[in-house]
């Protein structure tokens, strides 16, 4: 048994795996066909696609498709398996493994966490190592059940991303600048527990005697004097019980935009070092898997879908959820109102 590559292949491969493609009686086999004769595969599926055979001697086996897009429209999904088949005649042999993990490992070499798969079956591809992620529409408006599996070691790539994270506060001057006003600086959250994943977000927590907003914009003014800072939010809680100045800046880190989160608090106010014990408590209690599936829960999670750093940890640490669906259904049950105070 050998794998192809379509599209690197010489032209006589290619005019053979089209040959047993045509022997092919699916009907998304036909549509595959018709887009590699008319040379429209990269155009329809996107520019990075890959065809992979499964050959025995000359004879087909079983072929997938690797592309950025598939009949799912989801942009932060991606790369998708598609178009999988096995001709009959090796069919109960698992024969269709060896290309969905060759497609794994090529989805990782480029840096993916994950790779999807849309499909109708049950209970087929979780014999794979699949996870089922939820119902997606596709294209044509029908429901598609999607899949997910871990492509890149999750891990390395979380570390890439604090790496990032950390290279962000440096070249900003965050810390500087307010530790310039007479302030405490306590970086929070996910790059500090460890645990930052896709979303790119900083979160400090900034302690002073009083909420002087003169002071604070002084602080703000110098970090906006930083070119890569482009956009600022501001909203005044001072009088609130959360006793704060909220402030939002991004940052363009080589074409990346992060998000600088700086919560000016109150020193001896109700939340003065609340979090940091929070999260204090979150890394003693961290085990190498809980951190696994919370990276794996972030990086599944769409780009416009905004989910507290604390939802994925209580539904984890707490109530021992392993799969996105599951978080899904969690997060259903468990509707955040305002603050969460979870605390392991």
């Given amino acids: 048994m050998r794998i192809v590559e379509y599209?690197?292949?010489?032209?006589?491969?290619?005019?053979?795996?089209?040959?047993?493609?045509?022997?092919?009686?699916?009907?998304?086999?036909?549509?595959?066909?018709?887009?590699?004769?008319?040379?429209?595969?990269?155009?329809?599926?996107?520019?990075?696609?890959?065809?992979?055979?499964?050959?025995?001697?000359?004879?087909?086996?079983?072929?997938?498709?690797?592309?950025?897009?598939?009949?799912?429209?989801?942009?932060?999904?991606?790369?998708?398996?598609?178009?999988?088949?096995?001709?009959?005649?090796?069919?109960?042999?698992?024969?269709?493994?060896?290309?969905?993990?060759?497609?794994?490992?090529?989805?990782?070499q480029n840096g993916s966490p994950f790779v999807y798969l849309a499909t109708d079956h049950v209970g087929l591809y979780e014999k794979y190592g699949f996870s089922f992620w939820g119902n997606r529409k596709d294209i044509h408006g029908e429901m598609s059940r999607v899949y997910y599996a871990p492509a890149a070691d999750i891990s390395m790539i979380a570390e890439d991303a604090q790496k990032r994270g950390f290279e962000v506060i440096f070249r900003s001057g965050v810390r500087e600048a307010w530790e310039g006003i007479g302030a405490k600086v306590n970086p929070v959250g996910s790059l500090a527990m460890g645990l930052l994943m896709t979303h790119r977000d900083i979160d400090f927590h900034i302690y002073t005697d009083t909420l002087d907003v003169g002071e604070s914009f002084k602080a703000i003014s110098r970090i906006c004097s930083n070119p890569n800072v482009t956009r600022l939010g501001y909203r005044n809680l001072a009088a609130t019980e959360e006793a704060c100045l909220e402030w939002h800046a991004w940052y363009d880190l080589d074409g990346e935009e992060w998000q600088i989160d700086m919560i000016q608090i109150l020193k001896g106010s109700q939340f003065d070092g609340y979090f940091e014990h929070v999260a204090e408590r979150i890394i003693a209690v961290l085990t190498p898997e809980t951190r696994r599936v919370i990276l794996e829960l972030k990086a599944l999670t769409p780009a416009d879908e905004h989910i507290m750093g604390i939802e994925y940890y209580q539904a984890v640490i707490a109530d021992g959820i392993r799969t996105y669906d599951q978080f899904s259904i969690w997060r259903k049950e468990h509707p955040t109102c305002g603050i969460n105070l979870w605390c392991p």
């Fill in 7 to 108: 599209f690197e292949s010489d032209a006589s491969t290619r005019q053979m795996l089209l040959l047993e493609l045509r022997r092919c009686e699916w009907s998304a086999g036909g549509f595959l066909l018709r887009l590699l004769e008319e040379e429209t595969f990269h155009k329809t599926l996107g520019g990075e696609g890959k065809l992979f055979f499964l050959l025995d001697g000359n004879a087909v086996v079983s072929f997938l498709t690797l592309t950025t897009q598939d009949c799912i429209v989801e942009p932060s999904m991606t790369p998708w398996i598609g178009f999988v088949f096995t001709f009959p005649k090796y069919r109960g042999q698992r024969q269709i493994g060896v290309l969905l993990d060759h497609a794994r490992k090529c989805a990782a």
